[in-house]
Every structure is written in structure tokens, then in C-alpha cells.
């Protein structure tokens, strides 16, 4: 992991040579002599991961890692004297007026005796890097230098891959089904050649339910000879893949494999291959190209030929035609217990109650990773069973998992197997999930938010930074490090997290690393001066007493600061590129904030800080500025000279009764309109004035604001103006604003997400023509025409909601209308008495919410066959349940009586807030169900399971009396 460090100080550096070269003069050779000694040592720290590898493997010597970790105090080094000199510069007054002579003589004297300093600072570090280098050549410890690293090398390489195949089955639970299901998969279907990936993290077991589908008779009698298991690996290339499986199955050839040809390869397998039923098992496969490799020696004769493969990495299966996924999950609880049980209690194989809670958690420890839970079930079996030995075990987890050789092998090298193979930048932004507390599911804006000013995020041609860090956090979940924890109604994910394990594994090497460190009570001092960044999670008492001296990058805090702590924060450590405090008691920011002359990042929302220092404006590399439901109400003017910030959100909170909330856009004074490098702005106090200079912000993508005074017939200038917006909410300070948006030639084409609160008098015709608009959110007053006669042929629209917007007493929702709609919400009709779902509507319909409407009965609901959400009456007054109750009519088919009154009785006395249920028709084959807040889709779902057929007829409401 040295190279990382060398390589962002070589960036560094050359960044400095272009934009100082001035400023540097006689330092200037030195940081060219040191910027190529680290590009010398950069070619030997290229395999830096794969001694760590061989050092988890017993392989690596003492010498090489204390040679690594020299190097790496010394990139670091150099990084904070670059630091250093940027701030140094920019507190260089270049001032005006009848001093200016007087300041230009003491700057130039400052400059001098600042270049002095660089110069003797990198004389020093080329010195030691010097002396690093000659000491590794003398011991050998490392090839000479200028050899670079060897194509030779390889990755610590694990074999328990070949027992995994052939596991017994008492080590084995919750295969069952999935091996049947990939079993149909191989021996059933089409005849096209066909490819099943098995895909999921290490340590899932891929391997062992791979050969167990493999060695099964089933498939062995179907492909009868024409069967090979091959073991891809991380190393394997294009030509020596093709010849394993030449090998495997021992095609004649005419001449040695090794003396063959690609082309020759690709021809020997096609024509032994040709007209025959064949299985080809590819285990472990890490090759990117890897389809590439093997598509067109491998032929498909419509034989019903089948490969099937088992990556930790899901980006393997890109390009391949005839494809099915098979995602492999963690085990249930009950199965990982039962596992656990097995492997500790060798007897029996039951828990005793005193343990099932500790066993629980250790199970959700590993993850419920089945080779991870063999594993420490092997070494629970040795000990003692009593709660005090399991607590003990449970709580050292992070230390054993370094030290005990057996949990080494089978869970921290499987896992760390993903890490070393991802790419420089990955690896940090993969650690950098070791700042937040364990199991805490991460906002993904949040935190790729902080990976950009720490320089992780590579720029790329006709992307932004935001887009190549998404990019970056969709590899990591495809490679299977890191966990969707929810997603958007476009799919798109918006917070994420590592699993238990993965999380201890992050902690190891970021403390190896001196990547991060996390302060709790019981652990409140640096383990290293060099740690540059620190997570706050706990009591900071004494916390700025333990980092003095530290060249602390990022904190993050996760609790409250004692009085005058985040002044220290300020004060001391004016290297800081990242503060976090979004969530902790933090109610002040002070002046000296603005001395934080590299700050990037600064997030306060949901703090109780009420008013931003004027010497914010000081912050000019500041590039996000979080503010969101914080006490802030109005910014400051001094905010327009952050001219680099990209993300600037803030809104406050407005107690306007006991139990009502409104959430206000802030006051921006005059002149932000410099900011023309912000990409996303809200929410803002929006009159003409502001409305004028957003006009300047053509690189917004999303734009939140609140119309007052009237401003809103000056609208359409300002977003027709705006080409590059993705998402525009507009609210109104009162229903008397008008919100114009009628008149526009050319609306920006790639809006996605379109929020409209006020008055209008007609919906924009424009709107047909946004063909990305996915989400709509109406609140709107004063429409003389059906909004949802406009709105229903949008061809990717996934997400409606109305609020008081449709004036009609029936709504029908028509055969063809929203094809992609997957969520609806409908509130406040206040004279809308009958909704209607004609068959073909909304077919792709998941969640639909109504209300508050008590008496609004809805028919059709059974032509929304994938219905699964709830649907509800919302905001119900307390009065509402005393008078209205929902109705929900179902119909059904018995086979007899007795069997529709057990069910009536069992819904009756088994779900919360049924009050009655009856039998009706002729047959007695209809279903009343009277009751208060009912989950229809839930109700539907349980007497489905029990009872099969049933379908909804209509839901609706009934007065209480009528019960």
C-alpha cells in the first residue's frame, strides 16, 4: 500500500512544479530530483499488495514490510511539506493601495525565507529516500532498483479451493434448493449453449455448491464424459486458460500445447467440441476479459451445452448473450445457527439457551458467511461453554482475527483476496468505510463526497467527479465488498455498507496502514503520529490532547464536542481537508474556521449550528457545504467567493403548529451568483433578483428553490437557460404564488425529477417531450384541466405522487396508461369519491398510497398483478377511526364451507385491526373484511398462501356505524 501514498505525493508534486514553479525558485531542482527518485521507487512498490498477500501468506520478509513502511512515512512526509507551502502561500498578502510597496517588500521577504525552508525540507527527504534505497540494495532485500516489479509475480494463492469441492455434507446446510435450482439449469432448457454464473463475495461457499451441482449424478450422466472442472484464478491469461481445457479434455492434438497458437488452441477445442453436449466448469474466475477468452473456443451446436462459472465479481458477466445469474446471499439466521451448531456442539448439535443470544451475534459477526462460520464453529468446539468464554470471544473478534492462524486462513485471507486485487484508488475508498461505526448504513452522496477532495476520484474525459466516484462505488459492489443497503425507484443506490466482518478486516489494514483511526472511550489516543484521518465515535474528552502533533487530514464525529473542542479542532490542525459533524451536538462554528485553507468538505447537517462565520468566504477550496435541516436560516455574502464549491445544500426547520412541520429554503445574499462551478444547489429563498442570477449557474444538474414575491412568472427564463438539469423541485413561500412554467421552447432534456408546489393554472405541454422524467411530485392549486391525461403517456415515468391536485369525482385510470409506473400516491382529493383501474393500466404497479379520504372507493385493484406495497388511508384525525373503517372485498374459491368460515375466523382473530369478517354470495365464495388501517396487499398475500386463488374485488371505506 506504499505505492498508493508515493503515488498521490508524485501527483502532488507535479502539481506543484506547474502551479508554483514561480514561487519555488531554487527549490524548484530539488522537487524535480524527488519527484523522479519517487517515480524510481514507484516501478518496486507496483507488487506492494502482493507482498502483503505473501506476508498473510508467512512468505514476505521483515525487511521488505519496515522497507515499505519507510518509504510510505516519507511520501507522507512530502505531503504534508506540500501542504505546508500551499498554506504558507495563501496567507500572502497581495494587497493594494498606499502600502502596497511596503507589503510587496515584506511578501518578497517571507518568499525567501519560505523557499529556504522547502529547500532543506526536500533535501531532507531525498536524503532519506536515498539512504531507503541503498539500504534495501545492500541486504537484498529487494531486485536492484530500475528493474521494476517482475511479471512473476503473483498473489498469495490459497488452496483450500479443492477441499471446497468435496466438503462433507454435515459441514454443509441451506444448499438444498439452490443446488436444485442450478442442477434444472444445467439438465433442462434450451438447447442454446448457455453460460449459469454463480456470483457473490468470498467465502460464501461458490466453490463447495458448485461441486456439489458438479459431482451430482444428474449431471454427470447427462454430459456423460464431456465434463471438465477448471480453476481460473487470478493470474490465468487468454492462451494458458485455453490450454487447461485442451488438457482437461484431452483433445488430440497433433503437436506439443505449448509449441500451439492461439488460433491453433481455439481450433483443436472447437473441433474435438463440435456436435457434442459438454459442461464446462470455470471456478474462481477473476479475468475481466475472461469471456472474451473462452466465447469462440467453445461451440455452440444447439446441443444443450452448458459453462458455468463462480466469481466473487458480478462485472464478469457483461457481453455474455445466453446468461442466468445465480446470486449468492449469506444464510438465513436459522440456517447460519444450525451450521454453527453442528461445528460446536458435535454431539447433539443444539445450543443451550444461555448461549443462543451470543451465538446469534456471532454469527451475524462473520457475516453469516458459511465457510467463516465452520471456521470459528471449529474453534468454539475447544472451548468452554459458558456466556463469560463466547462474550470474551465475541468482543476480542478484530485482534484474533490478525493472530489465530485458523481464523487467518479460513475468513480474513478469503476476504482480503478481493482486497488485493482491486485497484490503488479502491483500496482507499474501500477503507475509507472504517471512518463510520460499525453497521452503519452510509448516505452513497455522503460518501463519495469525501473520497473527492482526498483526491481518490480520478478526473476522466466528459465525466464529472460525481459520476466517476458513482462508478467507483458501483465496482465495489459489484466485486461483492460492498452491500446495497437501499436504492432509489430508478434503481439507483443510495446508501450502502460493509458486512461485520468485512468491516474488522477494513479496521486491520487501515491501522497497518495509518489510513484511519477510531476513537471510542475505551481507545482515545493515536496508535500513530501519521494517522491522517480519525473517526470520533464516543467521549472525545482528552481526544485533541492525544492528535496534538498529528497531521490529521479528516475527522468525522459521530457524538457531541466539549465546549471549545472544535476551536482546538480549527486551530490546530490547519491541514484538515474533511469535517464531518452531520447528526452530532455541534452548535457553533467559530471565526477560525476560515483559517482551514484546505478544507474541501464541511458537513453540518442536522446540527444545531444556527449562523455561518463571515470568514467562511475564506474557505476557497471548499467544495461541499452541507447545511441541511441545520439552524442556518440566511448564508452569509462572503459565501459567493467559494468559487470552487460543487454541492451546496441547506434548509432549516419551521415549527408552524404543535404537530406540523414545514422545512424552509435559506436566505443567499447578492453576488453567489459567481459560484458557477456548483453542480447541485438546495434549497433557497428564491425572489426575482435570486431567480436572475441563477441564470449565471448553467453547470447546475439539480436545483431546489422557494418562490416568494411573486417571482415565479420569471420561471420559464431561467430553466429553459439551464441544459445540464437533472432534478428541479420548486415550492411556493404561500398558494398565492404563481408558478409559470407554460411558455418554453426548450426545457432541459435530461430532467429526471420534477417537484412543483404552488398554483398553476395548466400543466406545460412541454413535458411530453422529457422522455428521462422518472419521478413526478405535484402539489398544485388551481388547475383547470385532469393532470393525469398529460402525465400518463411519459414512457419512463416510475414514481407519481399528487397532493391536492386532481378537482374531479372520478378518477379512471386507463388500459395502456403508465406502462413503467411503479409507485403511485394520492392525497388530499377532497371531492374525488371513485378511482378506477381499468385492466392494462399501471401493469408494472408496486406500491400505491390514498388518503386521507374516507369515503373514496376504488375498483380494478385486482389488475395489479405485481402489486406489493401498501395501500393505505394516511393522516387519518383521531376521530376518523370512530366513524370510518376501510372495506376490503375479496373474492375466493372453496372447496367446501367449513373451510371459508375457519378462514374468516382465523383472519379475524389473527391480523391487527381486522374487526370482521364475512362470507357473502351465493357460494359463499366472497370475502368482506371490515377494519381499521388495513394492509390490503399483506391481507391478500396470507390468503394466497394459505388458500391459493384470490384476488381483490375493491377497497374502499365504510362508516363505523354501518359495524
Known sequence: MAEIAVKFSVETLSYLLVEEIELLGRAEPEVRDVKRELESIRAFLKDADARAAAEEEGESSEGELIWAKQVRAEAFRIEDVIDEFSFAVAKFNHGSGPLAVVRKVNRFLREQKLRRRIVKEIQDIKSSLAQIKRRAESYQQLRPMGQGSSSETTYGQHDSRVGSRFIKDNHVVGFDSRRKTLIDLLVKGTL??????VVGEGGLGKTTLAGRVYHHHTVENHFEDNQVWITVGKESSKINLLRSIILKFSCPTTRKIKEMEEDDLIRTLRKHLENKRYMVMFDDVWPISFWQYVEQALPDDNTGSRIMITTRDMRITTGIRVLTIHQLEPLPLPKAMELLCRETFRGDGRCPPRLEKLSESIVEKFARLPLAIVAVGGILSTKEKTEYEWKKFLDGLGSKLGSDPFLNIRCTKILSYSYYDLPIRLKFCLL???????????????????????????????????????????????????????????????????????????????????????????????????????????????????????????????????????????????????????????????????????????????????????????????????????????????????????????????????????????????????????????????????????????????????????????????????????SLIVDSASREEIIDIECMSSPPRYLQRLCLKGTMEKMPIWIHELEGLNRIDLDLSGLSEDPISILHSLP???????????????LQFKDGWFQKLQQLSLFNFGGLEVVTIDKGAMPDLRHLEIGPDPLLKIT??????????????????????????????????????????????????????????????????????????????????????????AEIVSFGMVSGKEC
Open 860 to 949: 380494478g385493484l385486482e389488475h395489479l398483478e405485481k402489486l406489493e406495497g401498501s395501500i393505505s388511508s394516511r393522516d387519518f384525525r383521531s376521530t376518523v377511526k370512530e366513524y370510518y373503517l376501510e372495506k376490503v372485498v375479496i373474492k375466493l374459491h372453496f372447496d367446501c364451507a367449513n373451510e371459508g368460515r375457519t378462514l374468516s375466523e382465523t383472519i379475524v382473530h389473527s391480523i391487527n385491526g381486522v374487526m370482521r369478517a364475512a362470507l357473502l354470495g351465493g357460494d359463499g365464495n366472497i370475502l368482506e373484511v371490515v377494519g381499521y388501517r388495513l394492509d390490503a396487499t399483506k391481507l391478500l398475500k396470507r390468503i394466497r398462501k394459505k388458500h391459493g386463488f
Open 192 to 197: 442454446e449453449r448457455s453460460v449459469i454464473a
Open 432 to 726: 475509507y468505510f472504517g471512518l463510520f461505526p460499525y453497521n452503519y448504513s452510509i448516505s452513497c452522496g455522503r460518501l463519495m463526497r469525501l473520497w473527492i477532495p482526498e483526491g481518490f476520484v480520478q478526473y476522466v474525459d466528459n465525466q464529472t467527479l460525481e459520476e466517476v466516484a458513482e462508478d467507483y462505488l458501483i465496482e465495489l459492489i459489484d466485486r461483492n465488498l460492498v452491500q446495497v443497503v437501499d436504492r432509489d425507484i430508478s434503481g439507483r443506490i443510495r446508501s450502502c455498507k460493509v458486512h461485520a466482518l468485512m468491516y474488522e478486516i477494513i479496521l486491520q489494514k487501515s491501522k497497518g496502514l495509518d489510513f484511519c483511526q477510531v476513537l471510542r472511550e475505551e481507545h482515545s489516543s493515536l496508535h500513530s503520529s501519521t494517522t491522517r484521518r480519525i473517526s470520533i465515535n464516543g467521549s472525545a474528552d482528552g481526544v485533541t490532547e492525544t492528535i496534538k502533533g498529528s497531521k490529521i487530514r479528516a475527522v468525522l464525529l459521530f457524538d457531541s464536542l466539549p465546549n471549545g473542542y472544535l476551536t482546538t479542532f480549527v486551530r490546530d490542525f490547519k491541514l484538515l481537508k474533511a469535517l464531518d459533524f452531520k447528526n452530532s451536538f455541534v452548535n457553533n462554528l467559530p471565526e477560525a474556521v476560515g483559517n482551514l485553507f484546505h478544507l474541501h468538505y464541511l458537513n453540518l447537517r442536522c446540527t444545531t449550528v444556527k449562523k455561518l462565520p463571515k470568514s467562511i468566504g475564506k474557505l476557497v477550496n471548499l467544495e461541499t457545504l452541507d447545511l441541511k435541516l441545520s439552524g442556518v436560516e440566511e448564508l452569509p455574502t462572503e459565501i459567493k467567493h467559494l468559487k470552487k464549491l460543487r454541492y451546496l445544500r441547506a434548509s432549516y426547520a419551521q415549527l408552524l403548529t404543535v404537530d406540523v412541520i414545514r422545512y424552509e429554503g435559506v436566505t443567499i445574499q447578492k453576488g453567489f451568483g459567481s459560484l458557477r462551478d456548483l453542480r447541485k444547489l438546495y434549497f433557497v429563498q428564491a425572489d426575482t433578483q435570486v431567480l436572475q442570477e441563477l441564470k449565471m449557474l448553467v453547470k447546475l444538474r439539480k436545483l431546489g428553490i422557494t418562490l416568494t414575491n411573486g417571482s415565479g412568472k420569471n420561471l420559464s427564463d431561467l430553466i429553459e437557460n439551464m441544459e445540464n438539469l437533472e
Open 796 to 810: 419512463n415515468l416510475l414514481e407519481l405522487r399528487l397532493k391536492d391536485t386532481y378537482h374531479y369525482d372520478h
